[in-house]
């Protein structure tokens, strides 16, 4: 099993710019969680999935981010258009249903 | 809202010394809670959970302490060794709604 794997590892882009994150779960895992990590607030829970319905988007900051999870075993998390403050490490995380997360390496964003 | 806190953003201690994390909550509803190790470059890992019907729970060098009253909770490590230099972060869910909301993270760093 290659864990929760996440792409791209480091994205840098312009202001603007539409940014797309990848999330491939751990196979048999139904639940997906995308978080934000920031200096000055750690981890923060964006949005999470259960059996690919989104349960909670109350932390998706604005309207420019949005998630999707168009199959059991892939989400992605867009931001359009990016802005500098967006900048941090993105992390997804599965589960099964009621268990331990598994995270993946996480995205570098910046935003220049 | 910060549903979870870890009020201290570093510590430092000497190698084979106690090193004492701590965590507080306020959402008297949590009722299973973890700690969570990161390296950099690296997405979070579990290191140790705590169920809130006990008050500690044991894994080698690795303590957990949970007083519910005070809405607390702290990580113990016992000898600290320069290998558990890293972040770590306090999570608490309600289990059965399988949420996890993290604090903001401490930096450990263990002197030889």
């Known amino acids: 099993d290659a864990g929760v794997i996440q792409s791209p590892r480091h994205e840098v882009t312009e202001m603007g710019q539409e940014v797309t994150l990848r999330c491939k779960l751990i196979?048999?895992?139904?639940?997906l969680f995308w978080y934000r990590q920031t200096m000055m607030r750690g981890l923060e829970l964006l949005i999470y999935?259960?059996?690919?319905?989104?349960?909670?988007d109350s932390g998706m900051p604005e309207d420019r981010f949005s998630a999707k999870m168009p199959n059991a075993s892939f989400s992605t998390l867009k931001i359009q258009p990016s802005e500098p403050r967006d900048s941090a490490v993105y992390f997804c995380?599965?589960?099964?249903?009621?268990?331990?997360?598994?995270f993946g390496s996480g995205t570098r964003l910046t935003v220049v | 809202d910060q549903q979870v806190k870890q009020n201290s953003p570093s510590l430092s201690v000497q190698e084979g010394r106690i090193s004492i994390l701590n965590c507080d909550y306020t959402?008297?509803?949590?009722?299973?809670f973890l700690w969570y190790k990161k390296y950099p470059a690296e997405g979070p890992t579990f290191l140790i959970s705590?169920?809130?019907?006990?008050d500690k729970n044991e894994d080698g060098r690795f303590t957990v302490f949970l007083n519910k009253s005070a809405k607390h909770l702290s990580l113990h490590i016992v000898p600290s060794q320069p290998g558990d230099s890293a972040v770590y972060f306090c999570?608490?869910?309600?289990?059965?709604?399988?949420?996890?909301?993290f604090g903001a993270g401490t930096r450990l760093t263990v002197k030889p």
């Open positions: 995380a599965s589960s099964p249903s009621l268990g331990g997360y598994t």
């Open positions: 196979s048999g895992h139904n639940s």
């Open positions: 999935f259960n059996n690919n319905v989104p349960i909670d």
């Open positions: 959402n008297s509803m949590f009722d299973y």
């Open positions: 705590i169920s809130s019907i006990k």
């Open positions: 999570a608490a869910l309600i289990y059965n709604n399988n949420d996890m909301r």
